[in-house]
């Protein structure tokens, strides 16, 4: 059996008397592109937050490969692989797009590999290399969103949680970066892992969602499956609807 | 941020000066004790006001931690080098470095309990370290001179003591002080720690989320910059011949070790040296102006007017202000 890439099991988390989240388990297989969504205060921010190790649990654990990283500080994670973006992009704004990428990839490759010819490699990928030496505020949003997964996956990475990274975007932009990300998933057999609140977006890209409403999680299936679950079309439209529309 | 592109542009605008900087510098340094000792001791107290301020500028500029706690390690290079010499007869050439070690000392359980904190936390913390350090030198009399301060022995002209009755060789200690941090400043900043301090400065989630390890990067860049400003700290017994409490852990010693790199360009390497240089002259003229007129006392009001007016309109430094004036052409 493949020892899952992502493994969560009870995880729960309360903010003194707030309950965040109350016993979400769930694994993702490597190479999967796996969605997680949810209504607003769901909780999908706060177990985005606890996979990248940006807060931790009040309960269960995380094993990252077969690891347990419950403890485990976000930057030993990203250098292990587990990388992420963030909600709302949050680049380095005095830093240009090059300098960016290189900070992340100077932490997570060994001393003796070319870190300029990384560094060359991700602005390449992402077709990044004419805005190489602009700052962040002076390229569009879609160039900064794809900046942040570039400083994401450059150097080593294995697992790439994306926090609604599509939010914003024209519909020729969020088609050309899913277009992106699905070629990071098939070319690099990077796992992803999507949160996202609106399930049209994700249902064309994922092989499988999860559903979380209330703090837990109600549904885990493919698309299909949690678009026709009742208690996602419940939690989403209060109707006995079809949740993609 | 398009302020901070033009800044590097303006920086490296400003080092593409720097040949002709250094060949000016060396061809004024046979000049140097030829000038009145009023001018000998001005561009003394620059150039320590401005190795100063560089050594703020790692921390702050560069790493973003507003400290107003750095007069702690400035008092500690003066307190332990004077100390040793008056009471033990150790030359400030070894003194200074056990000055250095006790910074050292105090900045890694400063840091070790401050830099978990951000933004203005921080800052009020090392303002307690700060306040805490003062009380300290008031209270060891037998060491330190309580509130009176720490008068050095003087020897006379002596290279083993570092004194003299004439500035000049300061004028060329101070010199060697702003180059040799002016250089540091720049290895840093072209350097993989100074990418890892500018991240924690922009973002310190962003930049443990891209594997800097961030509080670690702080407190390196704190040590740094507190040992710098020890070493420097030394230079200051040597050439003032006394330091006290408020002169070394007061708010206003706190905030003049910023002024140099707020004005001239936070971040920078030229910053605190062009800063630091602009303070001083700015400081000697107003003094001498309000001297020549009899009224003393407008100086001061002239000189923090001015500053005010510098801070309005060049909040990014004067390295900013020439930088979007070149670009403005």
Same mark, same amino acid.
């Given at each position: 059996?493949?020892?899952?890439? /992502? ?74 692989? /587990? ?57 569009? /949003? ?23 990274? /599509? ?26 892992? %999507? ?5 049209? %977006? ?44 | ?32 004790? @030829? ?49 040793? @010499?008056?009471? @033990? ?13 006790? *910074? ?39 060491? &330190? ?12 002209? *002596? ?6 009755? &004439? ?23 072209? *350097? ?24 670690? &990067? ?67 003229? &107003? ?35 020439? *930088? ?6």
């Amino acid at each position: 059996m493949t020892t899952p890439a /992502l493994e969560l099991t009870g995880i729960g988390r309360r903010f003194g008397g707030l309950v965040a989240l109350h016993g979400v388990s769930f694994s993702v297989q490597p190479g999967e592109v796996l969605g997680v969504i949810g209504p607003n205060g769901a909780g999908k921010s706060t177990l985005f937050e606890i996979i990248s190790g940006n807060l931790a649990p009040s309960a269960g654990s995380i094993r990252y490969f077969g690891e347990d990283c419950t403890r485990t500080p976000m930057h030993l994670r990203r250098r292990a692989g /587990l990388c992420r973006t963030f909600q709302k992009v949050r680049l380095f704004e005095s830093m240009t797009v090059r300098e960016n990428i290189a900070l992340a990839v100077r932490q997570t490759i060994p001393a003796d590999r070319d870190w300029r010819a990384e560094v060359a490699l991700v602005l390449e990928r992402l077709r990044l290399q004419a805005q190489a030496e602009r700052l962040p505020s002076q390229i569009t /949003l879609a160039d900064r969103k794809k900046v942040e997964i570039g400083r994401a996956i450059a150097g080593h990475c294995r697992v790439l949680l994306l926090d609604e990274s /599509l939010s914003g975007l024209t519909h020729p932009e969020a088609t050309e970066l899913i277009g992106e990300i699905l070629a990071l998933n098939r070319d690099s057999g990077i796992t992803v892992v %999507v949160v996202e609140h609106v399930l049209s %977006v994700l249902a064309a890209m994922v092989q499988r969602l999860v559903v979380l409403h209330n703090t837990t999680v109600i549904a885990d299936g493919t698309p299909s499956e949690v678009a026709h679950n009742k208690e996602v079309i419940e939690a989403y439209l209060g109707t006995r609807r079809n949740a993609l529309g | 941020m398009a302020i901070a592109l033009d800044q590097r542009r303006g920086a490296r605008g400003v080092a593409r000066l720097l040949p002709l900087a250094a060949i000016g510098a060396v061809a004024i340094l046979p000049a140097l004790p @030829f000038l009145s000792p009023y001018i000998q001791a001005a561009t003394v107290r620059a150039l320590i006001f401005i190795a100063l301020g560089q050594a703020w500028n790692i921390v702050a500029g560069i790493g973003g931690q507003l400290s107003l706690g750095h007069g702690v390690f400035l008092g500690l290079g003066c307190y332990v080098t004077g100390i040793l @010499f008056n009471q @033990f007869g150790i030359p400030p050439w070894l003194g200074v470095w056990a000055g250095v070690v006790v *910074s050292l000392g105090v900045a890694l359980v400063m840091g070790g309990m401050t830099l978990r904190v951000r933004g203005i936390f921080f800052a009020l913390a090392t303002v307690a370290v700060s306040l805490a350090f003062d009380q300290l030198a008031r209270h060891f009399v037998g060491l &330190t001179g309580g509130d009176n301060g720490l008068a050095l022995r003087f020897v006379g002209d *002596s290279l083993w003591a570092m004194q003299s009755r &004439t500035p000049a060789p300061f004028l060329y200690a101070g010199l060697l002080f702003v180059i040799a941090y002016y250089w540091i400043t720049q290895r840093i900043l072209g *350097s993989r720690f100074g990418l890892e301090m500018r991240a924690v400065r922009d973002d310190e989630t962003a930049a443990a989320a891209a594997g800097v390890r961030v509080f670690r &990067t702080k407190l390196l860049g704190f040590l740094i910059s507190a040992a710098m400003t020890a070493l420097a700290g030394g230079l200051y017994l040597q050439f003032y011949q006394a330091i006290d409490p408020e002169s070394a852990f007061g708010l206003g010693t706190a905030i003049q070790l910023q002024l140099p790199a707020l004005i001239g360009g936070l971040g920078t390497a030229w910053g605190p040296v062009l800063g630091g240089g602009l303070m001083i002259a700015l400081s000697e003229v &107003t003094n001498w102006g309000a001297t020549k007129l009899g009224l003393v006392g407008v100086d001061v009001l002239v000189y923090g007017l001015v500053l005010l007016l510098v801070v309005l309109w060049a909040p990014q430094g004067i390295v900013g202000m020439l *930088s979007r004036r070149r670009g403005d052409r």
